[in-house]
């Protein structure tokens, strides 16, 4: 750790997620601070140092991973570049919270499980944020203490007020539904077994190769499903819900702190734009509970690379299964002694 004692952390990437990151953790975050940033636009990343702290502005992402002023990496880049930063993290041995998805390919995915298994040591943590957010962790506890029996069938709905990207079937499945079939093993403690997976386009000005409202049909072990909807652009705002049926009794996700409010002859509570807003509190926790996880020198309660790979398995599967129009089975595969 540098001489300040505090964890000096390298951003890698500040659009939306990277922004939010530095900002969260210059100013909720103790015990730490921001030290580097990088963005491919340096006028971004310029805007995003006068808000967290003025840290150094880097023109290399690879430079600012072997900082020896960088105790650890955030990465919030594209999706495409995640895989080579992370390696890159573990062959310079910095810990590292990268954004979902670990990757774009399973094969990838793969790779940096078995580089960080190579290592001896982990480093990798995947920013699940939903295993953060005080409305899950309610659901988990529930369904942790018994109280219902046991867990029977997870229903996820995921919906995006807008198309935030290239819209096709796998780049959602991938990009959204990863944190719905994460959050389905992570509830449940099951895993895939089978998926199934249907999609259309909802509008027809959407360019043809679009689909945007999927639904997951998932069995998991131990006589457990999950349903999953997946609607990319729902127009009205930014929703996520999880529900969990137990043998004896149901626990859903609800919102705290809301307020009913009664104008213009409609009552109502109000629904978040994105994500941003959604998930900031779980974003913050999230934040924290790693850094205090690098001070420590432990594995952190959330996201490992070996829950990324998975959630990369099952998306894969998922696209394979919206193609062919057919169930794909998942062969069990023996979770390695290090992500026990
Ligand atoms: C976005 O990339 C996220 O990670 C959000 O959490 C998710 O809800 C959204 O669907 C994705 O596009």
Not at 65 to 89: F, R, Y
């Amino acid at each position: 750790m540098t001489s300040s004692d505090q964890l000096s952390i390298g951003i890698i990437g500040t659009g939306g997620m990277g922004k939010r990151h530095a900002v969260n953790l210059h100013q909720h975050v103790g015990g730490a601070r921001v030290a580097a940033v990088y963005d491919v636009d340096p006028g971004r990343a310029h805007a995003v140092a006068a808000e967290a702290g003025w840290p150094a502005v880097l023109d290399d992402p690879l430079a600012l991973v072997g900082d020896p002023s960088v105790d650890a990496v955030v990465i919030a880049s594209p999706d495409a570049t995640h895989a080579a930063l992370v390696q890159e993290c573990l062959r310079c041995q910095k810990p590292v919270l990268c954004e979902k998805p670990l990757a774009t390919s399973l094969a990838d995915a793969l790779q940096v499980v078995a580089a960080e298994q190579a290592l001896g040591r982990r480093l990798i943590s995947v920013g699940l944020m939903r295993r953060f957010d005080p409305q899950h962790l309610a659901v988990r506890e529930i369904a942790a203490s018994g109280r219902l029996g046991r867990p029977i069938l997870f229903k996820g709905v995921h919906r995006n007020a807008a198309i935030p990207y290239d819209a096709r079937g796998e780049v959602i499945l991938t990009n959204s539904a990863s944190h719905d079939v994460d959050t389905a093993r992570w509830l449940t403690g099951q895993e895939v077994e089978e998926v199934f997976v249907r999609g259309v386009r909802s509008h027809p000005s959407f360019s043809e190769e679009t689909i945007d409202l999927l639904l997951l049909q998932l069995t998991l072990s131990d006589a457990c499903l999950a349903t999953v909807e997946i609607y990319a652009a729902a127009e009205y705002g930014y929703e996520v819900s999880a529900e969990l049926v137990c043998q004896g009794g149901t626990v859903q996700t609800a919102q705290p702190r809301e307020a009913i409010v009664r104008a213009a002859g409609v009552r109502g509570t109000s629904v978040p734009a994105d994500w941003l807003g959604r998930f900031q509190a779980a974003y913050i926790a999230e934040l924290a509970a790693w850094t205090r996880s690098v001070q420590a020198g432990q594995p952190w309660n959330g996201a490992s690379a070996w829950d990324g790979a998975m959630a990369l398995r099952i998306t894969d599967a998922c696209a394979q299964s919206l193609h062919s129009g057919q169930p794909v089975p998942l062969r069990p595969l023996e979770r390695p002694a290090a992500y026990a």
